[in-house]
């Protein structure tokens, strides 16, 4: 017997699936308990190279250290827009096995002690994270064959304070050109430099180099052609970074490296991030405040400085402060090296 069209009950109603799905949406996230620790040794069109086990940290479900091994990731969704750079320290689920084939998420960005950032130039405000988590900043110039920029290696020497690295000058190419003089020209900063050469023996000052690298993790960066992927080779004996060759016309180097890669010395000594060749260190993202701090001898007389004061201009108190010897006998040498590089940050980088 058939029902008339007004007896139905709602057991009898059809709805359309959404099309976005039917399970209910939740701003809680996922916990992720069984995430194992990673750290980031290389980043490749949104593919993450990442370390897991022993040294990095992690136990299996009996408590043991967890082996290991490298594991291929993505990052997962709920990290939204946040970035990860060689050098993080994240957290991974899914396939951490190790499985070439396999595939991981990364669930967590733990934060970051360091970050060495830059900008395309003086005036973008897009800051670009070059790596984070690193110790030190080793600025490689050659002393000829490419010529050396010195505003330049200031520059990078503003961004390594500014991101809280210790600074290392490594000269290359010292058996074309003297590095004496051009050293000089940083007595006054206290920079800690190694001068590098090919000499009849082979490469000379490479031994001296590694004892700067111990128990750190160091970050490579200078222009392409001066010898920065010849340093890492040697330092990494398996790395075969790719070495170029300098134009004989425009006297600078040729980009071979593409991305950032850490490699880990021999004996798991340390760390070396090698980073691509650069033509420019913008600095668009750096509080002038943060130079004047790593000038401990001349921080002091800024608190007499008007307000707004960019200590390169005749009301600046640290002329007064430097000639009345409260900041030692080299005093005046610093603070034309604070000035320097306070220009740097607003002049060109070439």
Known sequence: MSRRTSDYDESDVRIRPSRRGSRPRSKDRPAHEDAVPGFVIGVDRGRYTVLVGKGVGGKDAGGRPLPERIVTAMKARELGRKGIVVGDEV?????????????????????????????????????????????????????????????????????AYDAGLDPLLVLTKADLADADSFLANYAPLNVRY????????????????????????SVFIGHSGVGKSTLVNGLVPDARRA???????????????????????????????????????????????????????????????????????PECALDAWVASGQAGPAGTSRLESL???????????D
Do not use: K, Y
């Not at 009849?200 to 004892?211: I, K, R």
């Not at 650069?278 to 002091?300: K, M, N, Y």
């Open 91 to 159: 957290e991974l689920v899914g396939d951490t096995s190790g499985n070439p084939d396999g595939l991981a998420r990364v669930v967590r960005l733990t934060p970051r002690r360091s970050v060495l950032r830059r900008t395309a130039d003086d005036t973008d405000p897009v800051e670009r994270v070059i790596v984070a988590n690193a110790d030190q900043l080793v600025i490689v110039t050659a002393l000829a064959n490419p010529e050396p920029r010195p505003r330049m290696i200031d520059r990078c020497l503003v961004a």
């Open 194 to 217: 190694v001068v590098t050469a090919t000499g009849e023996s082979g490469f000379e000052g490479l031994e001296l180099l590694h004892e700067q690298l111990v128990d750190r993790v």
């Open 243 to 313: 070495t170029g060759i300098v134009n004989d016309f425009t006297g600078r180097g040729r980009h071979t490296s593409s991305s950032a890669v850490a490699l880990r010395l021999p004996d798991r000594a340390g760390w070396v991030i090698d980073t691509p060749g650069v033509r420019s260190f913008g600095l668009a993202h750096v509080d002038l405040a943060r130079i004047i701090q790593h000038f401990p001898d001349l921080e002091p007389g800024t608190s007499q400085c008007p307000r707004g004061c960019g200590h390169d201009e």
């Open 339 to 349: 000035r320097r590089l306070l220009r740097a940050r607003s002049g060109d980088a």
